[in-house]
């Protein structure tokens, strides 16, 4: 059994993860300062004899007492809209916080997992993107809060890696949805399902010719537990699913799932909003043994049925 740290634990990814730890026997200290979360994640974990809610900033302290073997540094904005919202609280807990972590992941001589981007590699000359592509950011772009934030982070952690002899593992997660995913939080999955069970537009910023890959909630936290148990292995590697979907087709689909008769709107595409995005994850698979096992077409119905039931509690 090992206790771990889990930095953003009350989020979307982070609560899924703190409760695969405790599924399996683990015990979880869940840090969150809830700025992005109202807790309600949480719910379902509270009665676990093994988890420990602390409401704190990262990027200020991190004070656990106790032993710990596992550091997981999930905190950050991760939706255009929140880190744009909270521009420098994303630059704080991608530097500040993320050193705070490696501190603490030195002191106790702890497992350390960087939950790091796709962002990383901006708007992509190269695809699909593999961990050896160094990326195409824009270091002064409306979104270089997220992305140097991350990079930045990933630098950090090599350096203790390096200097420092902390054990530290990469891990850069593509489109996640699931259950969890907060109303209004930007995210494509989220506002799709959302406006189609409401009977409203889907809106489309952009062409909808983009593309993404999309990774349901489950198979990502299996490859974060497979990172957090290989000690030896580094990284960056690519966790993600690497079926590409444009996102025209994406609202087609939730549209089918929901049997929505929402229509279809078109805005803007967002400044330097990437035009292709799908993860090569032979390392995963390598190293890891990991690979995506659930279908968009089952993630979206579980996503979809989990809000439903979200509205019929309101």
């Known amino acids: 059994m090992s206790r771990v740290v889990i930095t953003g634990g009350a989020g979307f990814v982070g609560s899924h993860l703190c409760e695969a730890l405790l599924a399996r026997g683990d015990e979880v200290v869940c840090i969150d300062n809830l700025s992005s979360s109202d807790g309600s994640n949480l719910t379902i974990l509270d009665a676990s004899p093994g988890f420990t809610f602390v409401r704190g900033d990262v990027s200020e302290d991190i004070l656990v007492e106790g032993r710990v073997d596992v550091v997981a540094h999930l905190a950050s904005p991760a939706s255009p809209p929140e880190y744009m919202r909270l521009p420098l609280e ?57 992305d140097e934030a991350k990079r930045f982070g990933e630098a950090l952690t090599m350096a203790y890696s390096r200097y420092e002899s902390v054990n530290v593992g990469i891990v ?72 590409e979907i444009t996102v025209a087709e994406l609202a087609r689909r939730v549209l089918d799932t929901t049997g929505s008769t929402s229509e279809v709107v078109y805005s803007p595409a967002p400044e330097q909003d990437p035009a292709r995005r799908q993860p090569d994850i032979t390392l995963a698979r390598e190293r890891l043994g990991w690979s995506p096992a659930v279908s968009l077409e089952d993630g979206l119905e579980r996503t979809v049925n989990w809000f439903r039931e979200q509205t019929s509690l309101l």
């Open 172 to 243: 850069r997660i593509f489109n996640t949805y699931g259950p969890r995913l907060r109303r209004g939080d930007g995210r494509v999955v989220s506002n799709f399902v959302c406006q189609a069970l409401s009977g409203v537009p889907l809106t489309i910023y952009g062409d909808g010719l983009q593309t993404r890959s999309f990774c349901y909630v489950d198979d990502l936290v299996t490859g974060l537990l497979a990172m957090i148990d290989q000690r030896d292995f580094v990284g960056p590697v690519n966790i993600g699913n690497p079926q």
């Open 90 to 146: 994303t630059l704080a807990v991608g530097s500040r916080g993320t050193e705070a972590c490696l501190h603490l992941a030195k002191r106790h001589d702890a497992r350390f997992l960087l939950a790091s981007t796709s962002e990383i590699y901006g708007n992509p000359l190269v695809h699909p993107q593999s961990e050896a592509y160094w990326g195409n950011v824009s270091s002064i772009g409306p979104r270089s809060v997220y």
